[in-house]
């Protein structure tokens, strides 16, 4: 049985219910397809989706497409592709803003007819001084705020026409130049923009604005509750008098959520489109980004990420959530499942003196300690292993367990050896280890008692499969990027040692086939998968070390 959510907006949801003012929850998450998805989004998705599923209601999708300057089909296919990788299809429907223009123009003349809409002259910087905007001074009248409902009619059914350039006329909501709340000062509410558009081609020239066209598509669509994210709180008033002056309701009604704000992370689609755009990340799947097909190809999982969100809270005030938090979800999730695999990142050759040249046998090694029923495999061994340059120490520090001169270690779940010399390089760097194995410890422990502390994973050199590792971090070094100092920005806090590339990992025979969206612990290392772009490349997804499980507690 699923748990059930409780949160403010569920109290909303439930009251109204229970007073007979709605019968069915319908929802609606509405993005603008002008960059991909981010885990920002999956927030609202999550609110959104589950929320009308936990009522028996409708979730609908509806692309908010109003503004072609900016959105491409590219964002389009990949919003539908996100929101079905996260399990939240849309059971009331696939929608396009730009199939109700007809329906807000409609509208827009039933205002400029009852006299609560006018066509004005200023210019966008004109219109801002004298609505107060910039020095927060009180606002003015337009010279055109009087035009007859006639005249407005007629230069409003000439902008459609094409007969004005673009930006040189704008409709107006007549509302109240005296509120405090700027979104109420007479805000424009369609503009001439000749631009393509992606579903309706070159029909229109003027476009509606987000806030005059959400309301009306909301009601359309006989949305019952809008959620949306706290910054469009000021936006309400303006969203309740377009349903009130158009008669549209009494649903929808807008309520507001705090956004997903996470450290070292930066939510602004424009900044990470110009990281795309600028090379200094792999696209926008790039597995250091905050988009859902980044962190797809990164290797989390869609339970992960709502598990994330769950965990993060719903509220009305804006929080700093620590990104180690979601890395806490993907490593429980993945601890009592993920297979166990062998994986040397830094490899150094480690050579047994004594044992039997050529041959090879196979030890049994477990695919989850965790799980009985995942059994065991069969892992081939040789005289020669790779071993990470990591578990050996030339001079070793204090309390090391790992191979040193003279010391010994067990080779996981085989022989135990002992360091009996190696080889350097001319620049110093140890290139190979001689050791000697205890033949007779395969599987056991030494004959006479003695205790062997360290055990350090290996790959046989002559089994092992070549790949790249890509270790990542975080993208940025400041942990709160939405304060940043006076005169700084994103691109001064960028972290260059954000990826950690191995590239001569050794794995063990049984990743040869491994394939993108399979996720494994390399044991002692982390958790991988292998990269959806690039074959023989894996990436890890999050370390073995949970440091954020103690805070939790």
């Not at 107060?132 to 337009?142: N, V």
């Not at 009592?336 to 050759?349: E, G, H, Q, W």
Request: proline residues 7%; negative net charge.
């Amino acid at each position: 049985m699923e748990e059930k959510i409780s949160n403010f907006l569920t109290e909303i949801i439930e009251e109204d219910l229970a007073e007979g003012r709605v019968k069915e929850i319908h929802t609606r998450f509405p993005p603008e397809p002008n960059g991909y998805l981010h885990i920002g989004s999956a927030k609202a998705i999550w609110i959104n989706w589950s929320i009308a599923k936990q009522y028996g209601g409708k979730f609908n999708l509806r692309y908010d497409d109003t503004n072609p300057s900016h959105e491409d089909v590219e964002y389009v296919d990949s919003i539908l592709e996100d929101l079905r990788w996260l399990g939240a299809e849309p059971n009331g429907g696939i929608y396009y803003g730009s199939d109700y223009f007809d329906q807000c123009y409609e509208y827009a003349e039933q205002l400029i007819r009852d006299g609560k809409a006018y066509v004005d002259d200023l210019t966008r910087e004109q219109m801002q001084e004298y609505r107060g905007q910039d020095a927060g001074k009180p606002s003015r009248p337009s010279p055109w705020r009087d035009r007859t409902p006639e005249e407005n009619l007629d230069l409003f059914r000439r902008m459609r026409a094409g007969e004005f350039p673009d930006g040189s006329k704008t409709l107006r909501a007549k509302i109240d130049l005296a509120s405090p709340n700027m979104n109420m000062r007479d805000p424009a509410i369609y503009r001439i923009m000749r631009a393509h558009h992606h579903r309706q081609g070159d029909k229109w020239c003027i476009y509606p604005l987000y806030d005059f066209a959400h309301p009306i598509q909301d009601a359309i669509e006989g949305i019952t509750h809008s959620m949306c994210s706290l910054e469009f709180e000021n936006h309400r008033p303006l969203y309740e008098w377009v349903i009130d002056n158009l008669h549209l309701g009494p649903f929808p009604i807008q309520r507001e959520f705090a956004r997903l704000n996470i450290t070292h992370t930066v939510m602004s689609k424009r900044y990470l489109r110009k990281l795309v755009e600028t090379g200094v990340v792999d696209g926008w799947d790039d597995p250091r980004l905050p988009t859902l097909c980044a962190l797809r190809r990164r290797g989390y999982t869609p339970s992960s990420i709502f598990e994330f969100v769950k965990k993060a809270g719903v509220a009305k005030a804006n929080s700093l959530v620590d990104n180690r938090l979601l890395e806490h979800c993907i490593r429980s999730e993945l601890d009592p499942v993920a297979l166990r695999r062998v994986a040397v990142l830094d490899p150094v050759k480690l050579v047994i003196t004594n044992y039997p040249a050529g041959k090879t046998e196979e030890f049994q090694l477990p695919n989850n300690p965790k799980d009985e029923t995942a059994g065991t495999r069969a892992v081939p061994f040789t005289g020669e292993v790779w071993i990470d340059r990591s578990d050996f120490a030339e001079v070793p520090p204090p309390k090391y367990q790992r191979l040193k001169p003279d010391g010994e270690v067990r080779l996981m779940g085989a022989y135990i050896v002992k360091c009996t010399g190696f080889e350097k390089d001319e620049q110093g760097n140890v290139t190979k280890i001689l050791c000697t194995a205890d033949l007779e410890t395969g599987n056991g422990m030494p004959a006479d008692g003695r205790k062997v502390r360290g055990t350090i994973h290996w790959v046989s050199t002559a089994h092992a499969v070549d790949a790249q590792v890509r270790l990542y971090g975080d993208l940025f070094g400041e942990e709160n990027m939405g304060e940043l100092p006076e005169g700084k920005t994103y691109d001064d806090y960028l972290n260059p040692d954000s990826v950690q590339v191995m590239p001569h990992a050794k794995l063990e025979p049984a990743l040869k086939d491994a394939r993108p969206g399979e996720r494994f612990q390399f044991v002692r290392m982390g958790y991988f998968t292998p990269d959806s772009k690039h074959p023989g490349v894996y990436n890890r997804i999050v370390t073995l070390k949970d440091s954020f499980s103690k805070t939790l507690k």
